[in-house]
Structures are given as C-alpha cells and as structure tokens.
C-alpha cells in the first residue's frame, strides 16, 4: 500500500510540474488581459476537468482490479510495474523520434468562454495515463485505496497547478519551463521506469 500511494504522489507532483497543463493560461491570460484572480479561477477549472477524467478513468480500472483481489499480490506487483514499465519505454521512444514538441498558442479576441471551453475540453480528454496502473493496484486492496489516490491526485494537481500559476504571475522565468517542456517525455519516461523498479521492490 506505501508503494501505490508513494507512486501516485510523485506522478502527480510529476504531472503538475509539466508546462503543458498551466503554461497555456498563463500566456493567454497575459495577452488577453485577465486579472490575476481570473487565471487563477480558470486554472482551477482545468485542473479539476484534468483530475476528474483521470479519477473516473481510475475507478473504471480500479473496479477491474477490485474483481481481481484473490491476485492482489500478482497485480500490485508485477502487473502495475510492467505497467509502468512500458509507458515508461513509451515515452522515451516518444522523445527521441519527436522534432518539435513545442506548440505555440495563439489566441485572437477577447473570448474568456471560448477559450476556456476550449483548454477545459483538451485537458478533459488528456487524462494522466501513467497514473492509471496504480488505480489497477489500489483496485485489488479495496475502494479505500483508490479514493485515497484520487484524493491525493486532485489535491496535488489543483496545488501545484495553482502555485505555478502565481509564480509565474509574479515573474518566473518562462523560458526554463519551455526547456523543460521540451524534455517533457524523457523525463516522464525516466521516472515511469524508475517507480516500476521500486514497486516491484517495496510492495
């Protein structure tokens, strides 16, 4: 159980620091003119429409593990670090044949809605993935363990989302975190391969 919930605390600290989930309202809300406490709001929105598909996506292969308790031990184990394991390799192989994984966003006319409708739908439909094999795990050891991922998944995401956010607002240098996310896939990869090995050692 240390294993799974350790896991799903760095991979969500991991998600959070990726660019890609609030740089995009930090560079429209600059150019659009938003205040301070309406970026803030909108990157809770995003958050929570991130969070919920993922922890609905969660419960769905949390049940699937559920149904396969008397293999808990095989699961929890094995199963999800060869989960892990081969998004792991995924992301990697995703890094080294990419060539330009830097998007830039454009965005025209003061349209809140629009906009927010828009970065809320692409962030409902980009759930964290990598998370999911340790819904399959906490599945096996009861419905406690998978609400205490999603709760750790939600208050970690919004957090860190909000955080980065602010700091952001008040200065940060952007242009470290375009350079992060330009590694984006190789460090996601790196860490996916490296909480497969420690799930197969401590649980």
Known sequence: MIGILTG???LSV???LIPTHWLPIVLIGRSERWSRGEILGFTAILAFSHTLS???IGILIGFIGYSLSQYQEIFAKFVASLILLTLGVFY???HLRQKNPHVHIEVSGNKKFITILSLTTVMFFSPCIEIEAYYLAAGTKGWGAVFAISVIYVFITLTLMEIFVMLALRGMDIKKFHTLEHKENLITGS???ALSLINLLIQ
């Open 92 to 94: 990697i192989i995703k």
């Open 14 to 16: 991991l998600h959070s």
């Open 54 to 56: 993922t922890i609905l």
């Open 8 to 10: 799903a605390v760095v």
């Open 191 to 193: 860490v996916l391969m």
